[in-house]
Protein backbone atom coordinates (compact mmCIF):
# COMPACT_ATOMS: atom_id res chain seq x y z
CA UNK A 1 0.00 0.00 0.00
CA UNK A 2 1.47 3.83 -0.84
CA UNK A 3 1.35 6.12 1.24
CA UNK A 4 -1.29 7.95 -0.97
CA UNK A 5 -3.30 4.99 -0.56
CA UNK A 6 -3.26 4.85 3.29
CA UNK A 7 -4.30 8.32 3.19
CA UNK A 8 -7.26 8.03 1.49
CA UNK A 9 -8.03 4.55 3.82
CA UNK A 10 -7.74 7.29 6.70
CA UNK A 11 -9.32 9.87 4.99
CA UNK A 12 -12.55 7.80 4.08
CA UNK A 13 -12.77 6.19 7.81
CA UNK A 14 -14.91 9.62 8.73
CA UNK A 15 -17.95 9.70 11.29
CA UNK A 16 -20.13 8.00 9.37
CA UNK A 17 -18.39 5.17 8.38
CA UNK A 18 -17.53 4.50 12.46
CA UNK A 19 -20.86 5.10 13.59
CA UNK A 20 -22.24 2.55 10.97
CA UNK A 21 -19.39 0.28 11.74
CA UNK A 22 -20.76 0.16 15.26
CA UNK A 23 -24.45 0.28 14.88
CA UNK A 24 -24.02 -2.31 12.09
CA UNK A 25 -22.50 -4.36 15.44
CA UNK A 26 -25.33 -3.32 17.59
CA UNK A 27 -28.29 -6.29 17.25
CA UNK A 28 -31.33 -5.85 15.09
CA UNK A 29 -33.82 -6.10 18.21
CA UNK A 30 -32.26 -2.94 19.29
CA UNK A 31 -33.72 0.96 18.15
CA UNK A 32 -30.94 2.29 16.32
CA UNK A 33 -32.67 4.98 14.49
CA UNK A 34 -31.20 8.78 15.32
CA UNK A 35 -32.20 10.36 18.58
CA UNK A 36 -32.28 6.47 20.21
CA UNK A 37 -30.42 5.83 23.25
CA UNK A 38 -27.73 3.69 21.55
CA UNK A 39 -28.20 5.72 18.81
CA UNK A 40 -27.17 9.14 20.86
CA UNK A 41 -24.61 7.11 22.98
CA UNK A 42 -22.27 5.69 19.83
CA UNK A 43 -22.48 9.00 18.26
CA UNK A 44 -19.62 10.93 19.99
CA UNK A 45 -17.01 7.88 19.88
CA UNK A 46 -17.85 7.94 16.19
CA UNK A 47 -16.85 11.86 16.09
CA UNK A 48 -14.12 10.91 18.21
CA UNK A 49 -12.98 8.13 16.17
CA UNK A 50 -13.33 9.69 12.82
CA UNK A 51 -11.75 13.45 13.62
CA UNK A 52 -8.52 10.38 14.82
CA UNK A 53 -8.73 9.30 11.63
CA UNK A 54 -8.53 12.02 9.83
CA UNK A 55 -5.62 13.12 12.14
CA UNK A 56 -3.67 10.70 11.03
CA UNK A 57 -4.12 10.50 7.64
CA UNK A 58 -2.52 14.44 8.41
CA UNK A 59 0.51 13.10 9.96
CA UNK A 60 1.29 10.51 7.18
CA UNK A 61 0.48 13.46 4.67
CA UNK A 62 3.14 15.75 6.33
CA UNK A 63 5.56 12.87 6.97
CA UNK A 64 6.82 12.87 3.13
CA UNK A 65 8.28 15.77 1.06
CA UNK A 66 5.92 15.03 -1.72
CA UNK A 67 2.94 16.12 0.61
CA UNK A 68 4.45 17.74 3.30
CA UNK A 69 3.40 21.58 3.72
CA UNK A 70 3.91 24.88 5.61
CA UNK A 71 6.43 24.39 8.69
CA UNK A 72 6.50 20.14 8.36
CA UNK A 73 8.44 20.72 4.97
CA UNK A 74 10.51 23.50 6.77
CA UNK A 75 11.26 20.32 9.11
CA UNK A 76 12.10 18.14 5.95
CA UNK A 77 14.01 20.71 4.05
CA UNK A 78 16.25 21.61 7.45
CA UNK A 79 17.14 17.63 7.48
CA UNK A 80 17.98 17.98 4.18
CA UNK A 81 20.44 20.73 4.46
CA UNK A 82 18.88 23.65 3.27
CA UNK A 83 15.79 25.84 4.48
CA UNK A 84 12.96 27.48 2.64
CA UNK A 85 14.24 31.05 0.39
CA UNK A 86 12.86 34.17 3.00
CA UNK A 87 11.28 37.22 1.43
CA UNK A 88 13.94 40.03 0.47
CA UNK A 89 13.80 43.68 0.03
CA UNK A 90 13.95 45.52 -3.19
CA UNK A 91 16.95 47.57 -3.48
CA UNK A 92 16.93 50.66 -5.43
CA UNK A 93 18.44 53.79 -6.93
CA UNK A 94 17.24 57.33 -7.13
CA UNK A 95 18.53 61.22 -7.88
CA UNK A 96 18.06 63.49 -5.19
CA UNK A 97 17.71 67.27 -6.01
CA UNK A 98 18.38 70.75 -4.61
CA UNK A 99 15.86 73.60 -6.16
CA UNK A 100 18.50 74.24 -9.02
CA UNK A 101 17.96 70.68 -10.05
CA UNK A 102 21.22 69.91 -8.94
CA UNK A 103 22.66 66.41 -6.99
CA UNK A 104 21.82 67.12 -3.18
CA UNK A 105 25.01 66.73 -1.23
CA UNK A 106 23.14 66.39 2.66
CA UNK A 107 21.21 62.96 2.32
CA UNK A 108 22.45 61.05 5.12
CA UNK A 109 22.49 56.93 5.54
CA UNK A 110 19.56 55.82 7.34
CA UNK A 111 17.21 58.43 5.71
CA UNK A 112 14.00 57.58 4.81
CA UNK A 113 11.47 58.07 1.65
CA UNK A 114 8.27 57.09 0.99
CA UNK A 115 6.30 55.99 -2.76
CA UNK A 116 3.17 58.04 -3.70
CA UNK A 117 -0.10 56.36 -3.54
CA UNK A 118 -2.73 55.01 -1.26
CA UNK A 119 -0.45 52.37 0.07
CA UNK A 120 2.97 53.91 0.06
CA UNK A 121 6.42 52.07 0.32
CA UNK A 122 8.95 53.26 2.42
CA UNK A 123 12.80 52.93 2.04
CA UNK A 124 16.07 53.73 3.79
CA UNK A 125 18.64 55.22 2.36
CA UNK A 126 21.64 52.36 2.84
CA UNK A 127 24.41 53.88 0.39
CA UNK A 128 25.30 57.32 -0.86
CA UNK A 129 27.34 57.12 -4.27
CA UNK A 130 29.95 59.28 -5.90
CA UNK A 131 27.79 60.84 -8.32
CA UNK A 132 25.49 61.88 -4.71
CA UNK A 133 22.91 59.16 -6.37
CA UNK A 134 21.77 57.18 -3.40
CA UNK A 135 20.61 53.67 -2.92
CA UNK A 136 17.67 52.71 -1.46
CA UNK A 137 16.02 49.49 -0.22
CA UNK A 138 12.58 48.71 0.45
CA UNK A 139 10.88 48.94 4.37
CA UNK A 140 8.64 45.88 3.55
CA UNK A 141 9.63 42.56 2.28
CA UNK A 142 8.47 40.56 -0.80
CA UNK A 143 8.46 41.58 -4.40
CA UNK A 144 5.34 44.63 -4.23
CA UNK A 145 8.13 47.12 -3.97
CA UNK A 146 9.85 46.06 -7.74
CA UNK A 147 7.29 47.30 -9.93
CA UNK A 148 7.83 51.28 -8.28
CA UNK A 149 9.44 53.84 -10.44
CA UNK A 150 8.88 57.50 -9.86
CA UNK A 151 8.48 60.34 -7.16
CA UNK A 152 9.64 60.12 -3.78
CA UNK A 153 8.72 61.97 -0.78
CA UNK A 154 11.28 62.41 2.00
CA UNK A 155 9.84 61.55 5.55
CA UNK A 156 13.18 62.53 7.04
CA UNK A 157 12.75 66.35 6.85
CA UNK A 158 16.02 68.13 4.27
CA UNK A 159 14.80 71.73 3.60
CA UNK A 160 17.07 71.76 0.99
CA UNK A 161 15.00 68.86 -1.02
CA UNK A 162 13.19 69.60 -4.14
CA UNK A 163 12.78 66.55 -6.00
CA UNK A 164 13.45 62.99 -5.27
CA UNK A 165 12.79 60.07 -7.86
CA UNK A 166 13.36 56.21 -8.03
CA UNK A 167 15.00 55.72 -11.24
CA UNK A 168 16.16 51.73 -11.27
CA UNK A 169 15.33 48.94 -9.51
CA UNK A 170 18.80 47.41 -8.69
CA UNK A 171 17.57 44.42 -6.62
CA UNK A 172 14.19 42.96 -7.29
CA UNK A 173 13.00 41.70 -4.18
CA UNK A 174 11.37 37.93 -4.08
CA UNK A 175 8.57 36.74 -1.94
CA UNK A 176 9.20 34.07 0.06
CA UNK A 177 9.28 30.48 -1.16
CA UNK A 178 5.96 28.71 -1.54
CA UNK A 179 5.41 25.23 -0.89
CA UNK A 180 5.58 23.96 -4.89
CA UNK A 181 8.91 25.66 -5.09
CA UNK A 182 11.04 24.46 -2.07
CA UNK A 183 9.30 20.65 -2.61
CA UNK A 184 10.23 20.52 -5.58
CA UNK A 185 13.84 21.77 -4.89
CA UNK A 186 14.28 19.36 -2.52
CA UNK A 187 13.29 16.74 -4.36
CA UNK A 188 14.98 17.87 -7.54
CA UNK A 189 17.41 15.37 -9.40
CA UNK A 190 20.03 18.23 -9.37
CA UNK A 191 20.73 18.34 -6.00
CA UNK A 192 24.53 16.79 -5.55
CA UNK A 193 26.26 17.42 -3.18
CA UNK A 194 28.27 20.99 -2.44
CA UNK A 195 31.93 19.79 -1.86
CA UNK A 196 35.20 21.93 -2.33
CA UNK A 197 33.72 24.40 -5.03
CA UNK A 198 32.11 21.68 -7.10
CA UNK A 199 29.18 23.11 -9.71
CA UNK A 200 26.42 22.31 -7.10
CA UNK A 201 28.80 24.40 -4.18
CA UNK A 202 28.70 27.50 -6.45
CA UNK A 203 24.76 26.91 -7.07
CA UNK A 204 24.78 26.52 -3.14
CA UNK A 205 26.53 30.05 -2.56
CA UNK A 206 24.89 31.65 -5.05
CA UNK A 207 21.21 30.37 -3.81
CA UNK A 208 22.24 32.54 -0.47
CA UNK A 209 22.86 35.78 -2.04
CA UNK A 210 19.21 37.21 -1.22
CA UNK A 211 19.39 39.31 -4.68
CA UNK A 212 20.28 36.24 -6.87
CA UNK A 213 16.96 34.16 -8.69
CA UNK A 214 18.86 31.79 -10.50
CA UNK A 215 22.49 31.28 -11.97
CA UNK A 216 24.46 29.15 -14.06
CA UNK A 217 27.93 27.69 -13.75
CA UNK A 218 30.44 27.13 -15.99
CA UNK A 219 33.21 25.57 -14.49
CA UNK A 220 36.92 26.10 -16.11
CA UNK A 221 35.40 28.30 -18.54
CA UNK A 222 38.89 30.38 -19.30
CA UNK A 223 41.48 27.64 -18.14
CA UNK A 224 41.93 25.65 -14.94
CA UNK A 225 41.06 27.47 -12.11
CA UNK A 226 38.69 29.87 -13.67
CA UNK A 227 34.66 29.46 -13.10
CA UNK A 228 31.73 32.10 -14.41
CA UNK A 229 28.77 32.87 -12.38
CA UNK A 230 26.21 33.74 -15.05
CA UNK A 231 23.39 35.21 -12.83
CA UNK A 232 19.31 36.76 -12.94
CA UNK A 233 17.81 39.10 -10.40
CA UNK A 234 14.68 37.92 -8.69
CA UNK A 235 12.46 39.30 -11.89
CA UNK A 236 14.28 36.28 -13.65
CA UNK A 237 15.56 39.11 -15.48
CA UNK A 238 19.56 39.85 -15.97
CA UNK A 239 21.63 41.25 -13.16
CA UNK A 240 22.04 45.00 -13.02
CA UNK A 241 25.46 45.94 -12.77
CA UNK A 242 25.28 46.72 -9.49
CA UNK A 243 24.15 43.14 -8.43
CA UNK A 244 27.10 41.54 -10.55
CA UNK A 245 29.49 43.46 -8.61
CA UNK A 246 27.69 42.46 -5.32
CA UNK A 247 27.75 38.75 -5.92
CA UNK A 248 31.32 39.02 -7.84
CA UNK A 249 33.09 40.63 -4.21
CA UNK A 250 31.12 38.21 -2.22
CA UNK A 251 32.11 35.31 -4.28
CA UNK A 252 35.81 36.21 -5.44
CA UNK A 253 36.79 39.88 -4.66
CA UNK A 254 38.46 42.09 -7.52
CA UNK A 255 41.31 43.39 -5.15
CA UNK A 256 42.44 39.94 -4.09
CA UNK A 257 41.47 37.33 -6.64
CA UNK A 258 41.66 33.90 -6.64
CA UNK A 259 42.77 34.02 -2.75
CA UNK A 260 40.01 32.68 -1.31
CA UNK A 261 38.44 36.05 0.63
CA UNK A 262 35.58 35.44 -0.75
CA UNK A 263 33.28 32.19 -0.57
CA UNK A 264 35.04 30.97 -3.95
CA UNK A 265 38.08 28.42 -2.69
CA UNK A 266 41.59 28.99 -3.10
CA UNK A 267 42.97 29.48 -6.80
CA UNK A 268 39.18 29.91 -8.19
CA UNK A 269 39.16 32.91 -10.06
CA UNK A 270 35.73 33.46 -10.32
CA UNK A 271 34.06 36.03 -13.14
CA UNK A 272 30.39 36.90 -12.40
CA UNK A 273 28.05 38.45 -15.23
CA UNK A 274 24.36 38.54 -16.38
CA UNK A 275 22.88 36.81 -19.56
CA UNK A 276 22.47 38.16 -22.91
CA UNK A 277 18.95 39.24 -23.38
CA UNK A 278 17.65 37.20 -26.63
CA UNK A 279 14.58 39.74 -27.90
CA UNK A 280 12.40 37.50 -29.85
CA UNK A 281 9.78 39.29 -32.18
CA UNK A 282 6.57 36.53 -32.53
CA UNK A 283 4.35 37.18 -35.55
CA UNK A 284 1.29 35.07 -35.55
CA UNK A 285 -2.19 34.34 -37.58
CA UNK A 286 -4.77 34.01 -34.98
CA UNK A 287 -9.07 33.62 -35.71
CA UNK A 288 -11.34 35.40 -33.07
CA UNK A 289 -14.68 35.08 -31.97
CA UNK A 290 -16.87 37.67 -33.20
CA UNK A 291 -18.66 37.69 -30.24
CA UNK A 292 -15.13 38.92 -28.00
CA UNK A 293 -14.03 42.63 -27.46
CA UNK A 294 -10.78 42.26 -30.07
CA UNK A 295 -8.83 44.23 -28.03
CA UNK A 296 -8.78 42.62 -25.20
CA UNK A 297 -8.58 39.12 -26.73
CA UNK A 298 -5.60 40.66 -28.06
CA UNK A 299 -4.36 41.04 -24.96
CA UNK A 300 -4.56 37.98 -23.61
CA UNK A 301 -2.50 36.61 -26.38
CA UNK A 302 0.25 38.89 -25.65
CA UNK A 303 0.05 37.55 -22.21
CA UNK A 304 0.22 33.98 -22.99
CA UNK A 305 3.08 34.59 -25.22
CA UNK A 306 4.58 36.60 -22.62
CA UNK A 307 3.74 33.77 -20.11
CA UNK A 308 5.59 31.02 -21.89
CA UNK A 309 8.18 32.86 -21.95
CA UNK A 310 8.37 33.77 -18.13
CA UNK A 311 8.23 29.98 -17.94
CA UNK A 312 11.45 29.24 -20.35
CA UNK A 313 13.12 31.98 -17.83
CA UNK A 314 11.99 29.69 -14.95
CA UNK A 315 13.88 26.71 -16.13
CA UNK A 316 16.83 28.56 -17.51
CA UNK A 317 19.29 27.90 -15.42
CA UNK A 318 18.10 23.92 -14.78
CA UNK A 319 21.33 21.26 -15.77
CA UNK A 320 20.87 18.82 -18.25
CA UNK A 321 22.63 15.98 -17.16
CA UNK A 322 22.45 14.45 -20.51
CA UNK A 323 24.86 17.20 -21.76
CA UNK A 324 27.41 16.13 -18.58
CA UNK A 325 25.76 18.87 -16.39
CA UNK A 326 25.55 21.63 -19.39
CA UNK A 327 22.75 23.85 -20.12
CA UNK A 328 19.97 23.30 -22.77
CA UNK A 329 16.94 25.45 -23.96
CA UNK A 330 14.67 25.89 -27.02
CA UNK A 331 11.73 28.47 -27.85
CA UNK A 332 9.32 26.40 -29.66
CA UNK A 333 6.74 27.53 -32.06
CA UNK A 334 4.25 25.06 -30.86
CA UNK A 335 4.25 25.45 -27.50
CA UNK A 336 3.79 29.21 -28.24
CA UNK A 337 1.07 28.14 -30.36
CA UNK A 338 -0.87 25.67 -27.41
CA UNK A 339 -0.61 28.30 -24.99
CA UNK A 340 -2.75 31.10 -27.77
CA UNK A 341 -5.00 28.44 -28.40
CA UNK A 342 -6.28 28.42 -24.73
CA UNK A 343 -6.65 31.98 -24.75
CA UNK A 344 -10.09 32.86 -24.41
CA UNK A 345 -11.42 34.21 -27.82
CA UNK A 346 -9.00 32.57 -29.98
CA UNK A 347 -11.02 29.86 -32.40
CA UNK A 348 -7.88 29.00 -34.14
CA UNK A 349 -4.58 30.14 -34.63
CA UNK A 350 -1.21 29.13 -36.93
CA UNK A 351 2.43 28.18 -36.03
CA UNK A 352 3.79 31.61 -35.38
CA UNK A 353 7.29 32.75 -36.84
CA UNK A 354 10.08 33.92 -34.28
CA UNK A 355 12.13 36.66 -35.94
CA UNK A 356 11.02 36.83 -39.13
CA UNK A 357 11.93 32.76 -39.05
CA UNK A 358 9.38 29.39 -39.26
CA UNK A 359 11.59 27.72 -37.07
CA UNK A 360 12.45 26.96 -33.56
CA UNK A 361 15.32 29.33 -31.87
CA UNK A 362 18.19 26.81 -29.53
CA UNK A 363 19.36 29.42 -26.82
CA UNK A 364 23.00 29.58 -26.88
CA UNK A 365 24.89 27.95 -23.89
CA UNK A 366 28.41 28.45 -23.86
CA UNK A 367 32.03 29.36 -22.12
CA UNK A 368 31.58 32.91 -23.98
CA UNK A 369 27.57 33.22 -23.85
CA UNK A 370 24.81 32.97 -22.48
CA UNK A 371 21.56 33.93 -23.50
CA UNK A 372 18.16 34.95 -21.83
CA UNK A 373 14.82 35.17 -23.97
CA UNK A 374 12.93 37.88 -23.65
CA UNK A 375 9.90 39.07 -25.84
CA UNK A 376 9.95 41.67 -28.39
CA UNK A 377 6.96 42.83 -30.21
CA UNK A 378 3.92 40.44 -30.54
CA UNK A 379 2.27 41.22 -34.04
CA UNK A 380 -1.53 39.35 -34.05
CA UNK A 381 -2.61 38.88 -37.72
CA UNK A 382 -6.44 38.46 -37.90
CA UNK A 383 -7.44 35.67 -40.53
Request: hydrophobic share 40%; proline share 4%; no cysteine.
Amino acid sequence: MSPNELITEFQNKDYDYFLRKMLDAVPDNIDKREGSIIYDALAPAALVMGQQSLDMANVIKETYIKTASGEFLDYRAIEHGTSRYPATQTEAKAKVLNDKKEPLDNVQIGDKFASIGDSPIFYAVTKVNDDLTVELTAEVKGSSANSYIGQILPVTPNDLLSWAEITEITAPARDVESDDHLRARLLSSQSWIAYGGNVADYLDMTSKIDEVGAAQIYPTWNGGGTVKVVILNNDLMPASASLVQKVKNILDPEDKQAEGYGLAPIDHAVTVTAPEELIVNVDISVKLDDTKVTRYVKDSITKAVEGYFQSLRKDWADINQKLGRGYEETIYRSKILSQVMLTEGVVNAKLPSLNGRDADIDLVFNNSKSQLPVVGTVTINEQ
